[in-house]
């Protein structure tokens, strides 16, 4: 797919990974569909602006059912086409399963998987009426191989990964592919809050020696984004961690 031109709407892009897949995107020329809880920076917008592309900030927690509504109504009523659907709205609420309640479980999951499949489901409609599309969905190598005190935030990455994974033979049938991306250890406000001995230890188990940029995750975007032939991959951006 050529990238010109074509509608980008990305969740949780206010910050991190979600903000440089927008930048990125911009720079092949894509118009955004930029979309939080809260705000998206000013100083986004300006990087934005001066790629001259067009954007459009839509407020709204994915979590939301009404939300979602909403935030598909306003983006139907100004774009003709949505060409690429990036989830990418997070959220963690890290404990041990024994300190873990219910409610940590379920939040995590209404963001994480429920608000991606929510989303999805009412895009794949239209995708399905325009005969193509790309869902690029982002879960975790925490996904794959679980993590101590995450077993809310790995059982909705590793579900999304099954969703993608069929969503990408539905959505065959109509020139709409799926793929998800599995960042490891990623540079964030997240990481930044580690202390210096436990950054120390992940990065003994990461063989290329360093944490990930939020934009080189964002190149592995684009990558699925324009590959017409990789359907229902899980692209693992984690500097050789899962091996």
Excluded: W
């Excluded at 602006?49 to 939300?67: M, R």
């Excluded at 509504?69 to 709205?89: F, G, H, K, P, V």
């Amino acid at each position: 797919m050529k990238l010109t031109g074509k509608t980008v709407f990305i969740t949780g892009s206010s910050r991190g990974i979600g903000a440089q897949i927008a930048l990125a995107f911009a720079r092949h020329g894509s118009n955004l569909i930029l979309n939080a809880r809260h705000e998206i920076p000013e100083d986004l917008t300006e990087q934005i602006k001066k790629l001259g592309v067009k954007y459009q900030i839509i407020l709204g927690d994915i979590a939301n059912p009404a939300d979602v509504a909403s935030i598909l109504t306003e983006i139907y009523q100004s774009n003709r086409q949505l060409d690429i659907l990036i989830n990418n709205a997070g959220i963690t609420k890290d404990k041990l399963i024994i300190g873990m309640s219910t409610e940590d479980f379920e939040q995590v999951l209404k963001t994480n998987l429920i608000g991606a499949f929510d989303l999805t489901r009412q895009v794949l409609k239209k995708m399905y009426r325009q005969k193509s599309g790309v869902i690029i969905n982002l879960a975790s190598v925490v996904g794959l191989h679980g993590n101590l005190g995450q077993a809310n935030y790995a059982a909705s990455k590793a579900g999304l990964i099954g969703l993608t994974k069929t969503i990408a033979k539905e959505g065959a049938l109509r020139n709409i592919r799926c793929n998800a991306l599995a960042p490891g250890m990623i540079k964030s406000s997240m990481t930044e809050v580690l202390s210096e001995k436990v950054q120390q230890k992940m990065l003994k188990e990461i063989p290329l020696g360093r944490f990930g940029q939020p934009a080189e995750v964002a190149d592995a975007a684009l990558f699925l984004a324009e590959n017409d032939y990789i359907t229902g991959e899980v692209l693992t951006i984690d500097g050789g961690m899962t091996i």
